[in-house]
């Protein structure tokens, strides 16, 4: 309607002027509802053609779309294994901070397992001791047959008849002794690290009976209760909405056909429905190069393109301002305008002076637009809540 209304300036007024005043013709006498096509054929038509002319301009070289919203994304709250919940720490709604405990499951085989470990590197430790205590024993046993050879050494008759006897005697001696040493230094030392490591997994596992909070945040929707089963695999026990989601970027849909269009570091303003009356100066800072209603998982299935609706260009965009998202609420949807801005093209001089007419042109009615966006910020409440049906 406001495109109409500007195009009739130049069109359907003019051609009205010149049968009023030109011509002599009045409203109700040469001009009359019968006779209002013929009279002002050309300022009509002139009109249709040029209000379609500017609609098109406008929403190609400045996109508009109602598809997009402000999202966030959301932690589940879920442990690692399947357990039965204990206690639970927190309510239906309620704030947290990073590692605040949510829930706890129960954990007698989890403590059972970490008593055995621990109860096993307690073993080893006395049968540690009692290897150095028999490494002390070989040594002694070492010097007696040492001592034993030397006398025998004195007295061949003595020695002949221990050596005829028993001539190994030393050697088996020390051999003991580097069994013993090798148990005190090498076996038992491993045993007891393969302990530790049996204590450590041990206690991770009881570790994961204990659920925080990652974020800090809010948790939602959090219906656990003692006595539950809780499987990770099957769904989560509530949701962690951590705190600022959602008041970074604005996620926004454009058609397809403003593909070309649409580029990093073009000037943009949002209305939100959570803030009524506002506008806020918005900059694309990225846009997608696929669509994803075209994605598709390779299967059985032949893929038919005529049943994938049309998707959109998905763009991000950031407020000009450190807090211009801070009064949105968190996945809130929103009207986005981008302008085309030509004036370093402009403002060349490879540019022709029709060309940067044309493109003058292309960048001025982008406030046509602009007061489009005002315009449906101010009756998006009487919108919503009067003709919406409240």
């Known amino acids: 309607m406001l495109e109409l209304m500007l195009c009739s300036l130049f069109t359907l007024v003019p051609d009205y002027l010149y049968r009023r005043y030109v011509q002599g013709k ?19 038509t002139g009109c249709l053609m040029l209000t379609i002319g500017l609609i098109t301009t406008i929403f190609y070289f400045h996109p508009s779309t109602t ?180 008041q970074r970027s604005l996620q926004a849909g454009f058609g397809q056909i403003e593909a070309q269009v649409l580029k990093p570091g073009m000037i943009a303003e949002a209305a939100c429905v959570s803030v009524p009356w506002t506008i806020i100066p918005m900059v694309i800072t990225s846009v997608q190069d696929y669509i994803a209603a075209g994605q598709f998982r390779g299967g059985e299935q032949l893929v038919d393109p005529s049943i994938a609706r049309p998707g959109t260009i998905l763009t991000f965009l950031q407020p000009m301002a450190k807090d211009g998202l801070d009064a949105v609420t968190a996945g809130s949807s929103c009207i986005v305008n981008a302008y085309t801005s030509n004036h370093e093209e402009i403002q060349s001089k490879d540019t022709g002076a029709f060309r940067g007419f044309v493109l003058h042109a292309i960048d001025t009615v982008g406030l046509v637009h602009a007061m489009l966006l005002r315009i449906q910020a101010l009756m998006l409440p009487i919108q919503t809540l009067v003709l919406g049906g409240h």
């Open 26 to 44: 009045r409203i109700g006498k040469e001009i009359t509802l019968f006779s209002v096509w013929y009279e002002l054929r050309w300022g009509i």
């Open 67 to 246: 598809s997009a919203l402000l999202f966030f994304r959301t932690v589940p709250i879920a442990s690692e294994g399947v357990g039965r919940v204990a206690t639970v720490n927190v309510g239906y709604s309620e704030a947290v901070t990073k590692g605040t405990v949510l829930f706890t499951l129960d954990s007698s085989k989890q403590e059972a397992a970490v008593q055995t470990a621990k109860l096993k590197i307690a073993q080893v430790d006395a049968s540690l001791v009692a290897a150095k205590v028999d490494v002390v024993k070989a040594e002694a046993q070492l010097a007696q047959a040492k001592a034993d050879y030397k006398q025998a050494k004195d007295e061949l008759d003595v020695k002949s008849e221990l050596q005829r006897r028993n001539p190994g005697i030393v050697p088996a001696a020390a051999a003991a002794k580097e069994a013993e040493e090798t148990n005190v230094t090498t076996l038992l030392p491993a045993e007891r690290a393969s302990a530790e490591a049996a204590l450590e997994q041990a206690q991770v596992e009881l570790d994961k009976t204990v659920i925080r909070a990652g974020v800090d945040g809010r948790v939602e929707q959090f219906f656990l209760r003692p006595g539950d089963i809780v499987n990770p695999l099957m769904r989560p026990a509530g949701v962690l909405i951590p705190t600022g989601a959602g």
